[in-house]
């Protein structure tokens, strides 16, 4: 290799341990631990040389395999009748023969053999025995390998776990893979050609496009014999790998792992960030929903308010007709002669009966038109509680809890939602939220029937309480104003100021009564819709986490693929 194309490839692989730098970080924040360790695994890999990857069932013939492709003439893999391979073992370079105990299931074998200077070689458990085994395989070398090397053996190459370890490897990682049939010599040649045409189908109904399938004999390669098969095997990886390419194809293997890791994350990001986006339509749902029947319900208030209103100024008008006409020269003379010879009052008891009709008036009417109104207004408010449950039931759920990277995400937003219907459940049944006392003072006799039944339930009570609050005292002014001047009020002035201040009291009181009530009303029903708003606290808070966090994984999912199209 020359010297500009190997500081092509340094620059290309300083590139891309940047790269795998953020994909490991990326890995680690989304808190998936596979992901994280095949990332760090995969950095430690790149400056490492091309790596084979033997995998396949017990007494295939890997070891003996093994053994044959080094060509050392020892036997570096054991070969024996029983399993020997019970742990995990990667044959790399050294400049001395030694071996290095990583841990129970892994160790180091280091061979100074001149084909381990280009590839390193890493011989696995049988696929149909140690099977805790596979996902340490499958976490620690797969992911970072640069060709599967199956070995089958040649008599039988449709064993099952060896397939279903294919599958499991291939419909995640895409390596490249080569298929290997061992012991060719213990099989009529064209029994072997079977085999080998029904691996190349079996492969390709699995998505390998144009299969790589060499029959060989371990056996027959070690005792020298031309037959062995080894020299096609040999060709093709001198051909595509050790002819100078290694390099290079393990640079791109690299990349291609890291952005299988990329992807997969990238698409898991996609489906959190569309249940972002409907989670949050949803919530926007839900408060344009309670705007709206909010809206509704005030306006039903005005509606009430001015029936009121129209039911106060049909009573005090006639009132005032009956007093102007009492007051005047011609009323107040008939009364006085009428009092004299007969049984009609005279004028300060006459003006003491008006002022208590009025009263009395005033109280059943407006009772009466506010029973009748709060039917609907009380309808109009459950209506909100009735649209958040609807709502509730239907919120999409697009990221589920099977997901394979955000399946936390997905049941903490499970959690959150199914802890707000019950919120909201227990929310609509307790009456104190349906209460608010400073509309209702002095009016202890609401809490036995507070206390008969839920929240919604008191709502029907509390609105109907309406109907028996004081009228507000318009005649106490009035009596007030005439006891003051009724020594004196024989004079027209005098009468007229009676009739005028009788009139303006009508009036403050016509206001105040107008002004309270919608005052009351409107502030109770935006009470109300803030203590339904209040349920989705814990909610909104989901939201807000969610949105912020998404954003900061995407950009670093983008600066990660920015970095991998960089290097090739």
């Known amino acids: 290799m020359n010297s500009l194309l190997d500081k092509e490839i340094a620059e290309k692989r300083e590139r891309l341990a940047e790269g795998v730098d953020k994909l ?41 395999f093994i053994n044959a492709l080094l060509g050392t003439g020892e036997e570096v893999a054991k070969v024996a009748p029983q399993p020997m391979t019970d742990t995990i073992q990667q044959i790399l370079y050294g400049p001395a023969k030694q071996e290095i105990i990583v841990n129970e299931h892994y160790k180091k074998i280091e061979l ?59 419909a995640d990682w895409r390596k490249k893979v080569i298929f290997v049939l ?54 093709y990886i001198k051909a595509e790998i050790t002819g100078g390419q290694a390099p290079m194809l393990k640079l791109g293997n690299s990349v291609e792992t890291a952005r299988n890791i990329n992807q997969r994350i990238g ?9 972002w986006v409907a989670d949050r339509a949803f919530r926007e749902e839900i408060s344009e929903g309670l705007n709206l029947q909010e809206a509704q319900s005030k306006r039903q208030v005005d509606l009430l308010v001015e029936n009121i209103l129209l039911t106060y100024d049909r009573i005090t008008r006639a009132k005032q007709r009956e007093l102007r006409s009492g007051l005047s020269t011609f009323g107040l003379l008939r009364r006085s002669l009428a009092s004299t010879f007969g049984s009609t009052p005279k004028a300060k008891v006459w003006l003491q009966n008006l002022a208590d009709e009025l009263d009395t008036e ?79 003072d002095g009016r202890e006799d609401l809490t036995p029937n507070l206390a008969a039944g839920s929240g919604m339930a008191a709502l029907g009570v509390i609105l109907f309480a309406f109907g028996s609050l004081p009228v ?91 970095i991998l199209n960089s290097v090739v």
């Not at 060499?214 to 031309?226: D, H, L, N, R």
């Not at 024989?490 to 009530?517: A, S, Y």
């Open 24 to 64: 490991s970080e990326l890995t680690e924040r989304i808190g998936n631990a596979e992901l994280h360790r095949t990332a760090r695994d995969l950095k430690d890999q790149i400056f490492e040389p091309f790596l084979f990857v033997i995998v396949g069932e017990v007494k295939a013939g890997k070891s003996s």
């Open 112 to 170: 100074p053999v001149d084909i381990l200077q280009e590839v390193s070689i890493v011989d696995t458990p049988g696929t149909n025995t140690i099977v805790a085994h596979h996902q340490e395989i499958t976490e620690r070398f797969v992911p970072a390998s640069d060709l599967i090397v199956f070995v089958f053996e040649a008599k039988n190459p449709y064993r099952q776990s060896a397939w279903e370890f294919f599958d499991y490897i291939h």
């Open 182 to 235: 061992q012991q060719k010599d213990l099989m009529d040649a064209n029994d072997l050609l079977v085999n080998v045409r029904g691996v190349r189908d079996h492969a390709i109904s699995k998505g390998v496009t144009e299969p790589k399938v060499f029959a060989v004999s371990a056996k027959q390669e070690i005792a020298g014999k031309a037959e062995s098969g080894f020299d096609d095997l040999d060709g």
């Open 267 to 275: 698409t898991g990001l996609d489906l959190r960030r569309k249940q």
């Open 362 to 440: 005033l109280k059943q009417e407006l009772k009466n038109r506010l029973n009748e109104g709060v039917v609907d207004l009380a309808e109009a408010i459950q209506q909100m509680a009735k649209i958040i449950d609807l709502k509730l039931r239907a919120s999409p759920t697009i990221l589920r809890e099977d997901n394979e990277l955000f399946s936390q995400i997905a049941s903490r937003r499970e959690t959150v939602l199914r802890e707000l219907m019950d919120q909201f459940q227990r929310f609509v049944q307790r009456n104190e939220n349906f209460a608010r006392a400073e509309l209702f």
């Open 472 to 562: 507000f005292d318009i005649t106490g002014g009035v009596l007030t104003a005439i006891g003051v001047i009724f020594a004196g009020f024989g004079t027209r002035g005098k009468r007229r100021k009676i009739v005028k201040d009788f009139e303006l009291e009508i009036e403050d009181g016509r206001n105040k009564l107008g002004q309270e009530l919608d005052e009351k009303l409107k502030s109770y029903i935006t009470e109300l819709r803030a203590g339904i708003e209040g349920n989705f606290d814990t909610f909104d808070q989901l939201l807000e986490r969610e949105d912020i966090q998404i954003k900061e994984l995407e950009e670093l999912h983008d600066d990660v693929n920015k």
